[in-house]
């Protein structure tokens, strides 16, 4: 399967311009809240909670974390696809397309519309949230696609039909309603229609998860080829750390609406630095290991009451008194390793918390 000809470096990228060396994406303080009133009684969740992080160009950012740990919000957020009760309260969410730095809270309803699909484009975890149950899957992609491309409908559909044949699809799949296809075959036909406008910033939230491992083996295999031939950033979510081992380049851990690490995926697994983070690589199984899995004691907070101090404190094995007091600060201990751990910034100075 060959992209090249026809999507590298992608519509009107210039490899070396100032875009080109910006960071993709830049969150920076970002704070998204689920603000609801029942009978009179103000009730505040707080799923994304000061969130900082960075996507560089042409790399794929890997997500990780449990249930509820803020992730599909924090995504929601950053792809501006959210509505009341959850609102931004503080932060901002910046985009550096090829034609300049953009706040994406600062842009109109029709700016937003105008970059959707054909910069940033979304790929979620259920196939059938895109693809409409009674539509053919050619009607979805005139749908989603044909104004960003413009041209004929005839020009149209044969770039469609292009697109599918490098993605290994028979474009025979576009006289098809979803339910007539496997689920791996609809979840390769979102990845077609969210790459189809070649964009720069795609955002994938479990695209994987409900696919056995041999579909999903092959869903990932054409992600990361389709984005290495096209150079887009990819911001990949999925709680399965084994699959961001496989595939992404940096890593970030999440924890009750915050980030608690951040390193390159290879660093983070050799040497998380973290509790959290240890305890979701120590529970892999691996090959040959006997060993009985143990899990966490307690369950994740609740983001309307976050503990005090350190969200994790009250499961995390190595606390100490100060982690009951005061929140952490991601700090970066190691260049391009940040984390916000006191026990781990004590021991990375050489000293002893108790
Ligand atoms: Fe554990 Fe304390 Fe580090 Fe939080 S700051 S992860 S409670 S050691």
């Not at 290994?168 to 790459?195: C, F, K, N, W």
């Not at 199984?285 to 006997?290: A, S, T, Y």
């Amino acid at each position: 399967m060959s992209l090249a000809p026809d999507v590298h470096p992608g519509p009107g990228r210039s490899v070396g311009s100032p875009a080109a060396t910006a960071p993709l994406l830049e969150v920076s303080g970002l704070k998204a809240y689920y603000q609801m009133r029942f009978f009179g009684i103000s009730r505040e969740v707080r799923a994304v909670d000061d969130v900082t992080f960075t996507i560089r160009r042409n790399e794929i950012y890997g997500l990780a974390g449990e249930s509820s740990s803020g992730k599909s919000t924090l995504i929601k957020t950053i792809a501006r696809a959210i509505r009341p009760p959850l609102n931004v309260v503080g932060g901002t969410v910046a985009f550096t397309f090829e034609d300049g730095r953009q706040d994406i809270y600062a842009m109109s309803p029709a700016q937003v519309a105008a970059i959707r699909w054909s910069r940033l484009s979304y790929v979620t975890q259920g196939s059938m949230n895109v693809l409409n149950p009674v539509r053919r899957i050619r009607s979805t992609f005139v749908d989603f696609a044909a104004r960003h491309l413009g041209g004929s409908r005839r020009d149209f559909l044969t770039t469609v039909e292009r697109h599918l044949g490098r993605l290994s699809l028979d474009p025979r799949v576009l006289d098809a309603y979803p339910h007539e296809l496997s689920g791996g075959m609809r979840q390769r036909l979102t990845i077609a229609l969210a790459t189809i406008c070649r964009p720069e910033f795609i955002i994938a939230d479990e695209p994987t998860t409900a696919l056995d491992v041999v579909v999903q083996k092959d869903v990932l295999a054409m992600l990361r080829e389709v984005q290495q031939e096209m150079g887009s950033s990819i911001l990949f979510v999925t709680h399965d750390m084994a699959v961001h081992a496989n595939l992404t380049d940096r890593l970030g851990i999440m924890y009750a609406g915050r980030l608690v690490e951040e390193g390159p995926t290879r660093k983070v697994f050799q040497r998380p630095l973290h509790p959290y983070t240890a305890h979701l690589i120590a529970s892999l199984p691996r090959l040959g290991d006997d060993m009985r899995k143990t899990g966490l004691p307690g369950a994740p907070p609740s983001l309307a009451d976050p503990p005090t101090g350190c969200r994790f404190h009250p499961r995390c094995p190595s606390a100490v008194g100060l982690c009951r007091e005061a929140s952490p600060p991601m700090e970066e201990l190691e260049p391009g390793h940040r984390v916000a751990c006191h026990v781990a910034k004590a021991h990375a100075e050489g000293r002893r918390l108790s």
